[in-house]
């Protein structure tokens, strides 16, 4: 079982980190909707914090180990509530779109935030500089900490919180290297594209104005091949909204999750 953290009681939102984070990736939302009526969890991935890694480290993998957590987590819900609410940000969007395709009916509401229905180029050589440009500097014997404090500054925008980039470049800071390495070669085989539509979830999907890992063109396409779906972009801000604009990605993610599932069809 992966390790997560849990605060409040509700209906649950299980929040699936990036490549660079960590249960800690998502401090304000947990608090945000645990003070909300909400029962908030932020797992750590395979590999990451407390969890231990899967081999091979695939997305099948990943997904299996999100849907044993999600079973858990509803056998614990004496509502017996249809599904957890799913919130994947970055690479943990493409783990929710790869339990969303394997198994829909745990799955109640799906949010999508600086994401993409797949990566990359299919051949390979694209693929391999990909991951032979991000491993480099480890290669050369920098440390995840030098890493992120170069790489989280390229991924925020002109609108972002010093306070929620700090705790981004942290985050990434605590990713064992090993595990960094087996993401980025799992990241780049990811494809779900041809799931989009049958996605029968409310789904909303989050863009940055500024973010270059996963575009808002990309995410706007993507959103129109989920029937029902709502995208939304924030002025202003980079790859990771929640950090970089915890208040305003709050009050986006509230005003969602309040909807009644009838009104978002």
């Not at 908030?40 to 091979?56: F, L, R």
């Not at 994947?88 to 999508?112: C, D, F, T, Y």
């Not at 960094?180 to 990811?190: I, K, P, Q, S």
Request: glycine fraction near 10%; aromatic fraction near 6%.
């Amino acid at each position: 079982m992966p390790a997560f953290t849990t605060l409040g009681a509700g209906p649950t939102v299980l929040m699936l980190h990036g490549i660079g984070g960590g249960h800690l990736a998502f401090a304000p939302q947990v608090e945000t909707l645990a003070s909300s009526g909400y029962r908030a969890v932020a797992w750590d991935m395979p590999g990451y914090g407390h969890s231990a890694p899967i081999e091979p480290y695939t997305f099948k993998g990943l997904a299996q180990s999100c849907i044993k957590l999600i079973e858990a987590l509803l056998q614990a819900d004496d509502e017996k509530r249809p599904g957890v609410i799913l919130l994947g940000h970055s690479m943990g969007g493409m783990v929710a779109q790869e339990v969303v395709a394997r198994r829909p009916e745990l799955v109640n509401k799906l949010v999508l935030c600086g994401t993409s229905p797949s990566f990359g180029k299919p051949e390979g050589d694209w693929q391999r500089q990909f991951i032979e440009q991000r491993t480099a500097p480890l290669d050369a014997g920098k440390s995840m900490a030098d890493l992120a404090e170069v790489l989280v500054p390229q991924m925020v925008g002109p609108g972002s919180l010093p306070e929620g980039v700090r705790l981004a470049t942290h985050c990434m800071a605590q990713v064992p290297a090993s595990t960094y390495r087996r993401a980025l070669e799992a990241l780049v085989t990811f494809d779900r594209r041809a799931n989009l539509a049958q996605i029968g979830v409310p789904t909303l999907l989050v863009a940055g104005e500024h973010d270059r890992n996963a575009p808002p063109a990309v995410m706007k396409k993507m959103a129109q091949a989920i029937p029902n779906s709502t995208y939304i972009e924030m002025r202003g801000i980079g790859h990771l909204q929640n950090l970089e604009a915890p208040d305003d990605f709050d009050g986006l993610l509230l005003n969602f999750l309040a909807l009644p599932r009838e009104l978002l069809h």
